[in-house]
């Protein structure tokens, strides 16, 4: 079961950096994000969304990928391979583009957007939705951060611990378990 994480960042280009972070962190493998979105809110309070996953992208990917490969095994029918190949891939190319870009993969937007309504202007938050992670080794990677946890799924000890990491403080009670 994945964990969500909401944290707040008085900048525009904290989340940012805390997002660039974290993928290093997935790189070392101590880390597993299943969804992480950018939420930065503009001077004038407008809401901008930087997904971290671009669905279009990789839908176009796999259609163009599984319509060749049908394409190609159609135009093997026909006796025209490569035509099929060519066909298959760009009808392929457009379906797959087409269903990328209408999924809702991860935390729903309709989610990041009111609450990215409620953060202040000329500040960030950054939506995480987290499958494992290495509790004691992220936190430390993040002490001191100055971000506030705006919403979060972890039980009340996680997300005190949290908390205090990112405002560089001990939590008041040692808790037991994990981030």
């Given at each position: 079961?994945?964990?969500?994480?909401v944290v707040g960042?008085?900048s525009t280009?904290?989340a940012?950096?805390v997002?660039l972070?974290l993928?290093?962190?997935?790189?070392?493998?101590l880390?597993?994000?299943?969804d992480?979105?950018?939420?930065?809110?503009?001077e004038?309070?407008k809401?901008?969304l930087?997904?971290?996953?671009?669905l279009?992208?990789?839908?176009a990917t796999?259609?163009l990928?599984?319509?060749?490969l049908w394409?190609?095994?159609?135009?093997?029918l026909?006796?025209?391979?490569?035509?099929?190949?060519?066909i298959g891939?760009?009808?392929?190319?457009?379906?797959?583009?087409?269903s990328?870009?209408?999924?809702?993969y991860?935390?729903?937007?309709d989610f990041i957007?009111?609450?990215?309504?409620?953060?202040?202007?000329?500040?960030?938050?950054l939506f995480?939705?987290?499958?494992k992670?290495?509790?004691?080794?992220?936190l430390a990677?993040?002490?001191?951060?100055?971000?506030?946890?705006?919403?979060?799924?972890?039980?009340?000890?996680?997300?005190?611990?949290?908390?205090?990491?990112?405002s560089?403080?001990q939590?008041a009670?040692p808790?037991?378990?994990?981030?």
């Amino acid at each position: 079961m994945s964990d969500l994480i909401v944290v707040g960042f008085d900048s525009t280009e904290e989340a940012d950096k805390v997002l660039l972070k974290l993928n290093t962190l997935k790189k070392e493998y101590l880390i597993d994000l299943e969804d992480a979105v950018v939420v930065v809110r503009d001077e004038t309070g407008k809401v901008h969304l930087k997904q971290s996953m671009n669905l279009t992208a990789i839908g176009a990917t796999s259609g163009l990928l599984s319509g060749s490969l049908w394409g190609g095994l159609v135009g093997l029918l026909f006796l025209n391979p490569l035509a099929g190949f060519a066909i298959g891939g760009a009808i392929g190319a457009g379906t797959g583009a087409l269903s990328g870009s209408l999924a809702d993969y991860g935390i729903d937007d309709d989610f990041i957007k009111s609450l990215g309504e409620t953060i202040p202007n000329n500040s960030s938050a950054l939506f995480v939705l987290v499958r494992k992670v290495q509790p004691e080794k992220v936190l430390a990677e993040f002490s001191g951060l100055r971000g506030k946890v705006l919403k979060t799924s972890l039980s009340p000890d996680q997300e005190a611990k949290l908390q205090a990491a990112l405002s560089g403080t001990q939590p008041a009670s040692p808790a037991a378990g994990s981030f």
